[in-house]
C-alpha cells in the first residue's frame, strides 16, 4: 500500500543545556509529531552547530549515557598540544572533533502518528561543550 505525501513543514525546537553531557529530547521532537499531525511519513532532525551531535541511544539506564561520555572524553581528550584551534577555550577544538565522530542529523520513521523508536530507544542531544545554555534542533515532518 503506497500513501501519498501531502505535508511537509519544519519546527526549531529550543533545548535548554546545561554543560556536557547527553539531553533525552525524544518527548520533544514526538510533540512535533503530534503537532504536524503526521500519521505515516519521516522524521528528519537536524542540530544547528558544530559543537554538538544528536544519537539514538538507550533511554532506560543512565549508565549507558554516562559511559558514552566517559568513552568519547578519553577518546578526544582536551588539552591536546597538537589542537591549533584554540582560541574558544580548551573544549571547543574537542567538541568539534566529537560532532565529527557523531552525527548531527538522525531519520526516524512516523508509524500510526508515533516515532518508529525501538522500546529502549531515545533521541538524544549531546552537548560537547561546558558552558553552553541553549541548542537549536529543526525537525522536518514529511508525510500524511
Known amino acids: 500500500m503506497s500513501t501519498l505525501i501531502n505535508q511537509i513543514a519544519t519546527v526549531a525546537l529550543p533545548v535548554t543545556v546545561n554543560g556536557q553531557g547527553l539531553y533525552n529530547v525524544t518527548g520533544k521532537v514526538a510533540a512535533v509529531v503530534q503537532e504536524m499531525g503526521i500519521i505515516t511519513g519521516l522524521m528528519t532532525v537536524f542540530i544547528q552547530h558544530t559543537s554538538a551531535s544528536l544519537l539514538i541511544q538507550e533511554n532506560a539506564d543512565p549508565a549507558v549515557t554516562h559511559d558514552l561520555q566517559n568513552w568519547l572524553a578519553r ?35 512516523v508509524v500510526d502518528s508515533r516515532l518508529a523508536l525501538g522500546t529502549w530507544q531515545g533521541i538524544f542531544l549531546w552537548e560537547h561543550r561546558h558552558n553552553v545554555k541553549q541548542r537549536r534542533i529543526l525537525v522536518t515532518g514529511v508525510g500524511a
Open 75 to 109: 577518546l578526544v581528550p582536551e588539552l591536546d598540544p597538537l589542537y591549533t584551534h584554540t582560541e574558544e577555550g580548551p573544549d571547543d577544538m574537542p567538541a568539534h572533533i566529537k560532532s565529527a565522530l557523531t552525527t548531527v542529523s538522525l531519520s526516524v520513521p
